[in-house]
């Protein structure tokens, strides 16, 4: 092995050559740099130390001949340890390489991790002189060749996306027909029998919860538990490596790369799930791995008033400080990444209103959100946003910037609240149905921009939904505190005791108003995996350290589950067929020029039209939607006018049944049956209901029919 060599400064992190290896790392306040070279990652100290010879703008680099893939290393930084004004140097700590494409090996908790001496009564005043180097994951150089076989970015327009939200574990653990030595693995999912359940439901976006490269919280460990959702980022340029079916040095970056080639092939794009808004080094007394010990005061969002302690809009401390250009660009760079050299086709930022906070107010034009606009990269993928944080005004649903899509959370809670019969709801499930257009249309904005779920990872699964009056979270072991309350309980309507199977078909059929209301909403719907089959989560609502057949789906689902795959199908197949139900404008309400034809109606039971002052009738709890076919303002490929049929939602959320008089057909012929939630299957026999006649619409019922295009025959 040759001397070090100066080296360049760019691109970060480790570059191989071919005949040895760049190391650069950028450390504004930092005194010198050095590079420990291991042999393996379980080695307790560094088989060799260099120090890193040239510093250009802030950034520390050198070049080491003869180095190249499977190479294990680690960072110390050496400069002021002085806690008080924000630097918290500590050259005794190995430190992880922010640019590091792979990590082997876990966090092996000690107290030597930690750059203060614990318990001492300083507290992170105090200076620890422990090496850590045998507790830290060690990056790793790799080999970042990879045959794509012509492989590029599907581009799915946003009106003909369905997503599918998942974790790599829980969707693949139990999957009867993998072999079991890859199961819970990034080639799990890109499995043959995982790909068929994903093609044969019809969703177009896989959404993975978090891949990064993540820690486990000691006080999970310590209760027998892990950080099973990921959410704890500490490699933002690194799969995990719990989710690679070998144990290579390396081996999860193709093995994810070959998960997303083959996701591509069967016409199914990758979301990442990333969290961009704090790391796993937590607040002034979380441990030193990487950007702590690399450069405190730069990196992270301190307290301008005292800059010992940390600035928390996350709720977990060590909020990334946007307004450092290179912290921004630190990011830009592994967005960047994962869609060039991963081929990732988009992502959700986790708690992104952070993202905004370049000081302390949210700033809805900040520079992050600009700097994602103008580049030539992430300005063309999906990106959706969780439009919240903890801090003050950390609730910003509606209010992110053009390009960007958001969790509608006001979508979630309006069907909820609109299914369980809560008064007062026809106004916003107006809104919801539609789009939210009160949310979006004045932000150049279209429909597809609000993200529609009712359950994800965070909360009940549909069915605990509808099965729950309360959150059960005993095994989190934290007495039940945690997590969310959540109650969806509904009066029956029926008086005196209430047989159970009365009450198990009221559970399914409020399972099968949800969904149908999800698939038949305009904007962009996405599926919590798992709810297509009826999983249980046995009424946990917050299974973030349950890595276990509490959150893992249960691949051989019961008879109600069975049919609620199949409606599932048949609905998402329905909302592909017909562009009626994903419009890529919002409804204008009023006729359109030149063609007398107003593109939706709004009916009362009695078969009347809506006026505006009944949309605050507080006891009403049915409407009709009339969608028409021929009011859609779309064109296709060939410049012409999209025609489809016209469709009839009814939605009658009161315990009792109703009556309800249909409207005219746009092509006055009758109307056609399509799905009543109240009947078993999923789609119903074709036949005619004459229009000024009235259907029956069951209690907490939802039914579908057609009016086609070509009239009735």
Known sequence: MDAILPGKPYPRG??????????????????????????????????????????TASTWHGYIPGIGPGQHYAYRVHGPYEPAKGHRFNPAKALIDPYAKALAGDVRWDDALFGYTVGDPGADLSFDERD????????????????????????TPWNETVIYEAHVRGLTMLHPDLPEEIRGTFAAVGSEPVIRHLTELGITALELLPVQQHVDDLVLLERGLSNYWGYNTIGFFAPDFRYASRGSPGRQVNEFRSMVKALHKAGIEVIMDVVYNHTAEGNHLGPTLCFKGIDNA???????????????????????????????QFIMDSLRYWVIEMHVDGFRFDLAATLAREFYEIDRLSTFFDVICQDPVLSHVKLIAE??????????????????????GMYRDTVRRFWKGDEGQLSEIGYRLTGSSDLYKYSNRNPQASVNFITCHDGFTLRDLVSYDGKHNEANGEENRDGANENFSWNCGVEGPVDDAVVNKLRFRQMKNILATLFL??????????????????????????????????????????????????????????????RKSFFQGRKLSGRGVRDIHWFKPDGKEMLVREWSHSFARSIGMLLAGDGIPDIDIHGERIVDDSFLVLLNAHWEPIEFRLPKSPTKGGWIPVLDTNIAGSGMAEHVVRESTSYKLESRSLVLLRSPAGGVR
């Open 298 to 328: 730069s990196y992270y969002c301190l307290n301008p008033g005292d800059p010992r302690y940390y600035m928390d809009f996350s709720g977990c401390g060590g909020c990334f400080n946007m307004s450092h250009p290179r912290v921004l």
């Open 387 to 408: 439009p919240w944080d903890l801090g003050p005004g950390g609730y910003q649903v509606g209010n992110f910037p053009e390009l960007w899509n958001e969790w509608n």
């Open 521 to 582: 909403s305009q904007g962009t719907p996405m599926l919590f995996g798992g709810d297509e089959i009826g999983k249980t989560k046995q009424g946990n609502n917050n299974t973030y350290c349950q890595d276990n057949k509490l959150s893992w789906l249960q691949w051989k689902p019961d008879d109600e589950g069975r049919e609620l795959l199949e409606f599932t199908r048949f609905l998402i197949a329905l909302r592909k067929r017909h562009p009626v139900f994903r």
């Open 132 to 155: 850590s180097s045998a507790f830290i994951p060690k990056s790793v150089v790799v080999d970042r060749s990879f045959d794509w076989e012509g492989d590029a970015h599907l581009r």
């Open 14 to 55: 480790p570059q191989w050559d071919g005949r040895g290896t760049n190391f650069s790392l950028f450390t504004e306040n930092a005194e010198k740099v050095e590079i420990l070279l291991f042999d393996s990652p379980e080695a307790p100290e560094p088989d060799r130390t260099i120090t890193l010879p040239v510093k």
